[in-house]
């Protein structure tokens, strides 16, 4: 009988170091980051708590602009990696028979080096001194780039092309990966009978292979938006003060000019409208297909 | 007339078959294109670390040279960054893969109350930007009085490392036969016996894969780590640190290496998996 209870406390016992772990570092700073978003002061004479809710509104009206440009960076970079990333996905999943494993392996091993030396990388590569730049100037092609507006005044680095092509980059793995997965569960035999009943392969991969990889689509573009949408590394390497994300606002009032509540404030801010995000683009996909 | 209905017939069964052989060309073109972007930092990362330096930074070309492979450390603070970066990945990976093991056993192995909300706290930490996490940990840091440092980066990447832990090893214990767990205890092994020399020695190549990935993502954490080091630098912020000031080519040496190591971790762990096998 003793020894039946102590089964029944198993699972507790294997629970609590990791869970006091995540409750403490986890749970606990939620807590703290939002008594220090409503906190009022300057770090030289200390912050007091004041149920000061002007912080909100206050870094809303102040960076509007980076809030938006940030959304607008991780929409264009998710839309980008899924265009990218879909067909290498497929391709993986139905054409590479048995180098799967391989191609796979290609996909997360440029990731095995440190993300800011990734980044500096790009630097390098879009650097108005480096040769792809040099090129594009020789032979026209930046005017035309130019008048796109994708390059500025004959420049790739410091523009938002720049951030945007690097964040794209470092999140395209988590693109791949998850729609790899689901593409890679769907029974090929459905696609046989589609192409039985006389449908073309277009109409049979946009009603029987694409929706059945919905599930990978949804995982994909909400691990490449969330980190797109709160990251800074990208726009502080490769930017201009003119694509500053509220990531980069963040770190600047958390770490330089020590204004914790505003900061804390950015913080809260940056989730909620992540989770409206994400809520939306749920109920646009359809729950019901994500499960 | 037979002939010509059966031609017309077949037309465009061709036509069908021409358009998914372009197709899938298509889809193969598109792959290689896709392997080549995500190919050509890493090509000038190594290439770069050969580069013979002319000023501060490594942007333009200037000749080979091996001066940086030949003193991988001769940048101030670069050497001690390392080394600070591997004792971080080594001990927060102990701690996380032991913590986040335990936790995908008690999910897999038991339903208990609580059981939605353990996994739900799990999966939350992997859906919150990096650089509200970092923030947040500071906040609660600041609010103690706890001098930031070495200990608060271990933290810190323990905490990111437990979830990913928790997912990774639960995946791979979604196929295991627990029927055997039950074969040992009815030859008299007790639960102890039955973990040690059954359960363990099957699950292992799912605890390893958790943990040389836990390894890899300390060893490349920035934004949180920015976050909760205090004095201290690890090889990222030693990285984002130069990005400013110079950035020699002994970091591409670094990175190079760092990938090299990686990749022959991963070919070992495979041959003793297929060996075993």
């Known amino acids: ?291 | 007339m037979a002939t010509m209905e059966a031609a017309a017939r077949r037309r465009p069964a061709l036509a069908l078959r021409a358009l998914r052989f372009l197709g899938g060309q298509l889809v193969t073109l598109w792959a290689a294109l896709a392997l080549v972007y995500l190919f050509l930092p890493i090509a000038v990362m190594v290439l770069f670390s050969f580069n013979h330096i002319e000023g501060r930074f490594n942007f333009v070309w200037n000749g080979f040279s091996l001066d940086a492979w030949r003193h991988p450390f001769a940048v101030d603070g670069l050497e001690q960054a390392m080394v600070l970066s591997l004792e971080v990945a080594a001990i927060s990976t102990v701690i996380a893969t032991a913590l986040g093991t335990f936790i995908a056993l008690a999910l897999i192995r038991y339903r208990f109350f609580g059981f939605s909300a353990t996994n739900l706290l799990v999966l939350i930490p992997l859906t919150t930007p990096e650089i509200v996490l970092g923030a947040s940990l500071l906040t609660l840091f600041l609010q103690l009085g706890i001098q930031t440092g070495f200990t608060t980066i271990v933290i810190a990447h323990v905490m990111f490392n437990i979830s990913y832990v928790v997912v990774t090893v639960k995946a791979r214990l979604r196929g295991f036969d627990w029927t055997l767990e039950e074969a040992a205890m009815d030859l008299g092994a007790n639960e102890f016996q039955t973990f040690r020399k059954v359960t363990l020695p099957l699950i292992f190549p799912g605890i390893l894969a958790a943990a040389l990935l836990a390894f890899a993502l300390s060893l490349d954490d920035f934004i949180i780590t920015l976050f909760n080091s205090g004095q201290e630098v690890t090889f990222p912020l030693f990285v984002w640190g130069a990005a400013r000031v110079a950035v020699p080519p002994q970091i591409n040496v670094m990175g190079t290496m760092i990938m090299g190591s990686t990749v022959a971790l991963m070919a070992l762990s495979l041959l003793l998996q297929r060996r075993r096998a």
């Open chain 1, 1 to 291: 009988m003793g020894f039946g209870r102590l089964r029944a406390l198993i699972p507790y016992i294997l629970l609590a170091p990791g869970m006091a772990w995540l409750l403490i570092f986890f749970v606990a700073p939620m807590v703290t980051l939002a008594q220090s978003s409503l906190e009022e002061g300057v770090f030289e004479t200390g912050f007091r708590f004041t149920w000061h809710w002007q912080n909100f509104t206050d870094s809303v009206d102040r960076f509007q602009e980076q809030f938006i440009r940030s959304f607008r960076y991780a929409g264009f970079a998710t839309v980008l990696a899924f265009i990218i990333g879909y067909p290498l996905a497929y391709f993986i999943a139905w054409r590479a028979g048995r180098f799967k494993n391989y191609f796979l392996f290609l996909v997360v091993l440029p990731f095995f080096t440190t993300y800011l030396i990734r980044t500096l990388a790009w630097q390098t590569i879009l650097s108005d001194e480096g040769e792809a730049v040099r090129a594009m100037r020789d032979s026209g092609v930046m005017d035309v780039l130019d008048t796109l507006h994708i390059a500025q005044n004959g420049r790739l680095l410091a523009t938002p092309t720049a951030v945007v092509t690097a964040i794209t980059y470092n999140l395209l793995p988590f693109m791949v990966l998850p729609i790899y997965v689901s593409l890679e569960r769907i029974d090929k035999r459905l696609v046989e009978a589609a192409h039985d009943l006389y449908g073309g392969p277009i109409r049979a991969f946009l009603r029987v292979v694409f929706p059945l990889s919905l599930p990978g689509v949804f995982a994909g573009t909400l691990l490449t938006f969330i980190p797109a949408a709160g990251d800074f590394v990208n726009a502080a390497l490769l930017g201009s003060p003119n694509t500053t994300m509220i990531g980069n606002v963040i770190q600047s009032r958390f770490l330089v000019l020590l204004d914790y509540p505003s900061a804390a404030a950015l913080s809260f801010i940056l989730m909620a409208a992540i989770l409206i995000a994400v809520g939306l683009y749920a109920r646009l996909l359809g729950t019901e297909e994500i499960t």
